[in-house]
């Protein structure tokens, strides 16, 4: 397993933007895909949205018309960015990467095939 370094988060306030960053601490190459998920208090984690290398990507009601993800390349890390933020937005937000050649229809839901974790970087929202 690698650590996945995660940068990006903080606090801003209610309909900011923030980006958050993630790579690998070696360059990759070859295609994999990279997801983000986040935990909120109260909740348990969910995705939010994830990207094969390949470019193909999907994402979950919570990031659909606010929030994009971009593709990670060999040596440049792959970005979620993060419109119109909200209070209840506010978690700790993870990366996560899945070798295989793809990503699965059931990434978002089923986190058993991603081998590498992030620390996680806390946003916060405040109105």
């Known amino acids: 397993q690698v650590r996945l370094e995660q940068s990006g988060g903080g606090s801003v306030q209610a309909g900011g933007y923030l980006r958050l960053a993630c790579e690998p601490p070696r360059p990759t190459p070859g295609r994999y895909c990279m997801g983000w998920f986040r935990q909120v208090p109260g909740k348990e984690r969910e995705g939010v949205a994830y990207v094969s290398k390949n470019g193909a990507s999907r994402s979950t009601g919570i990031a659909q018309g606010r929030w994009l993800v971009s593709e990670p390349y060999t040596d440049m890390p792959g970005y979620l960015g993060m419109a119109k933020l909200r209070p209840d937005d506010t978690g700790m937000y993870y990366c996560?990467?899945?070798?295989?050649?793809?990503?699965?229809?059931?990434?978002?839901?089923?986190?058993?095939?991603?081998?590498?974790w992030g620390q996680g970087t806390q946003v916060t929202d405040y109105a």
């Open positions: 996560a990467r899945d070798l295989g050649d793809k990503c699965r229809a059931e990434s978002l839901t089923d986190t058993r095939h991603f081998q590498d």
